[in-house]
């Protein structure tokens, strides 16, 4: 994927929504766009079990680039170079990556390679469709010989067409590239993709052509219309991080849900509050590099359709708050200024009945039983007393937001212990630093 298309967004929240190489391919299977056999392997022992034949490639499944230059794709002819092979890979970092999978596949007789990709022009507000006669891992190459053809009506076969026409194509190949596009065109938009690429797209001597290799970038903010990209993103790395995916409330008139991510049960505790599925990892995977130990995290969505963002953050604070082994929770909001001020305001009105009852939040002797003086006011606070009986006591806040005018959430909640910061390598830091602190 290429910068200069790319959404403006830091490299770590774009990484984490990539699919893996062995992902992007099934879906690539599931549409009909040509892929060699493969299996994953996520432990040696699986090596002597191949149900590929020989000569194979093992390839790192990491989601940044270079891996080829960097030794993670090796050729073997055998079961014992497999091993030796395999365990260079899983111990090599690339750019601080270390792999959780390993693809073997298939080796393929290659004439030529090609480069292909349909992906959001941000600028345009366009999908475009990239193609180079000149694919594989010379990018300077690559990028002299690319081609652009930009969507800027329904989409027909005849954008297809054309891409491959302006790269050079001819004979066969033309119909036969212009399918392939199609097919990558149809899995961009059903499941609502920043972009979908196949480098190389590989033609053998023959004629045929293989995706020998592919990169997905996932919109977080689509995940809640498209579980199986979810269950995609969740079958590697965070199940073997001992992290589930589960939905939690749901919401009235069957709009999506409020979603979590957790850790194995009685780990952590620090919770996260995001909006996206994109920020939400990056935020947990930060805390852990830093040695902090989240233990949930709560993903807001600003989807057209859905609840209300307001709503959304109130349901994540009520989970968070009941959450009683949570000692610190991380709001990180990027968004515009509009959001964060919304967000700030819906912070302050939350926990406002908190400061006003704050003698009676502590002391449970305080509740006194209703009379007829008091009836109404109980009836008025009931449900708020009754929430306010699961909890012991609030976790410290680290608020993260860009933007908006935050002056008012610093005065509006001056008896709580909160962090405001747009830094967020601060509110990581901070975050942990409470998280370790002794208790009071």
């Given at each position: 994927?290429?910068?200069?298309?790319?959404?403006?967004?830091?490299?770590?929240?774009?990484?984490?929504?990539?699919?893996?190489?062995?992902?992007?391919?099934?879906?690539?299977?599931?549409?009909?766009?040509?892929?060699?056999?493969?299996?994953?392997?996520?432990?040696?022992?699986?090596?002597?079990?191949?149900?590929?034949?020989?000569?194979?490639?093992?390839?790192?499944?990491?989601?940044?680039?270079?891996?080829?230059?960097?030794?993670?794709?090796?050729?073997?002819?055998?079961?014992?170079?497999?091993?030796?092979?395999?365990?260079?890979?899983?111990?090599?970092?690339?750019?601080?990556?270390?792999?959780?999978?390993?693809?073997?596949?298939?080796?393929?007789?290659?004439?030529?390679?090609?480069?292909?990709?349909?992906?959001?022009?941000?600028?345009?507000?366009?999908?475009?469709?990239?193609?180079?006669?000149?694919?594989?891992?010379?990018?300077?190459?690559?990028?002299?010989?690319?081609?652009?053809?930009?969507?800027?009506?329904?989409?027909?076969?005849?954008?297809?067409?054309?891409?491959?026409?302006?790269?050079?194509?001819?004979?066969?190949?033309?119909?036969?590239?212009?399918?392939?596009?199609?097919?990558?065109?149809?899995?961009?938009?059903?499941?609502?993709?920043?972009?979908?690429?196949?480098?190389?797209?590989?033609?053998?001597?023959?004629?045929?052509?293989?995706?020998?290799?592919?990169?997905?970038?996932?919109?977080?903010?689509?995940?809640?219309?498209?579980?199986?990209?979810?269950?995609?993103?969740?079958?590697?790395?965070?199940?073997?991080?001992?992290?589930?995916?589960?939905?939690?409330i749901p919401q009235p008139l069957n709009l999506p849900q409020v979603c979590v991510i957790k850790a194995t049960p009685g780990e952590g505790n620090i919770g996260i509050?995001?909006?996206?599925w994109g920020l939400t990892i990056t935020s947990w995977e930060l805390l852990v590099h830093e040695q902090g130990n989240p233990a949930c995290g709560w993903m807001l969505?600003?989807?057209?359709?859905?609840?209300?963002?307001?709503?959304?953050?109130?349901?994540?604070?009520?989970?968070?708050?009941?959450?009683?082994?949570?000692?610190?929770?991380?709001?990180?909001?990027?968004?515009?200024?509009?959001?964060?001020?919304?967000?700030?305001?819906?912070?302050?009105?939350?926990?406002?009945?908190?400061?006003?009852?704050?003698?009676?939040?502590?002391?449970?002797?305080?509740?006194?039983?209703?009379?007829?003086?008091?009836?109404?006011?109980?009836?008025?606070?009931?449900?708020?007393?009754?929430?306010?009986?699961?909890?012991?006591?609030?976790?410290?806040?680290?608020?993260?937001?860009?933007?908006?005018?935050?002056?008012?959430?610093?005065?509006?909640?001056?008896?709580?212990?909160?962090?405001?910061?747009?830094?967020?390598?601060?509110?990581?830091?901070?975050?942990?630093?409470?998280?370790?602190?002794?208790?009071?």
């Amino acid at each position: 994927m290429f910068p200069y298309f790319s959404k403006n967004y830091t490299s770590q929240i774009t990484s984490v929504m990539d699919l893996l190489e062995y992902q992007a391919k099934e879906l690539f299977h599931r549409v009909g766009i040509p892929i060699l056999p493969s299996q994953p392997i996520v432990n040696l022992s699986e090596i002597k079990h191949l149900h590929i034949p020989y000569p194979v490639v093992l390839k790192s499944q990491v989601r940044s680039g270079g891996r080829g230059k960097a030794g993670g794709i090796r050729f073997v002819e055998n079961t014992i170079d497999a091993i030796v092979a395999a365990q260079a890979i899983f111990s090599l970092a690339i750019l601080g990556e270390y792999p959780e999978v390993i693809l073997a596949e298939a080796r393929y007789d290659t004439k030529s390679e090609f480069f292909l990709s349909v992906l959001l022009d941000y600028k345009l507000q366009r999908p475009v469709l990239l193609g180079s006669p000149k694919g594989g891992i010379d990018v300077e190459t690559l990028l002299e010989h690319m081609e652009k053809v930009v969507v800027d009506s329904d989409f027909s076969p005849f954008y297809a067409r054309r891409l491959a026409v302006k790269m050079g194509l001819q004979g066969e190949l033309i119909q036969t590239v212009s399918s392939i596009l199609e097919k990558m065109y149809q899995i961009f938009w059903e499941k609502d993709l920043d972009s979908i690429e196949i480098n190389p797209l590989a033609v053998s001597p023959t004629g045929e052509v293989m995706a020998l290799d592919g990169k997905i970038a996932v919109n977080d903010s689509a995940l809640s219309r498209h579980r199986d990209l979810v269950e995609l993103l969740t079958s590697s790395k965070l199940e073997t991080s001992s992290i589930v995916f589960e939905p939690v409330i749901p919401q009235p008139l069957n709009l999506p849900q409020v979603c979590v991510i957790k850790a194995t049960p009685g780990e952590g505790n620090i919770g996260i509050i995001s909006n996206g599925w994109g920020l939400t990892i990056t935020s947990w995977e930060l805390l852990v590099h830093e040695q902090g130990n989240p233990a949930c995290g709560w993903m807001l969505n600003e989807q057209e359709g859905l609840i209300s963002f307001a709503e959304q953050l109130t349901i994540a604070l009520e989970q968070a708050i009941k959450s009683t082994h949570i000692k610190v929770l991380l709001i990180n909001i990027l968004g515009s200024p509009e959001t964060s001020e919304v967000i700030a305001k819906g912070i302050a009105d939350y926990f406002q009945p908190y400061l006003k009852r704050e003698i009676k939040f502590f002391r449970e002797d305080l509740f006194p039983r209703p009379t007829r003086a008091n009836s109404l006011e109980h009836q008025q606070d009931g449900q708020l007393q009754n929430h306010l009986s699961q909890v012991t006591k609030l976790p410290s806040l680290v608020v993260r937001l860009l933007g908006g005018d935050l002056d008012p959430i610093k005065e509006s909640l001056s008896g709580l212990e909160i962090n405001l910061t747009e830094d967020l390598g601060q509110a990581i830091t901070t975050t942990v630093s409470l998280a370790k602190a002794p208790k009071k």
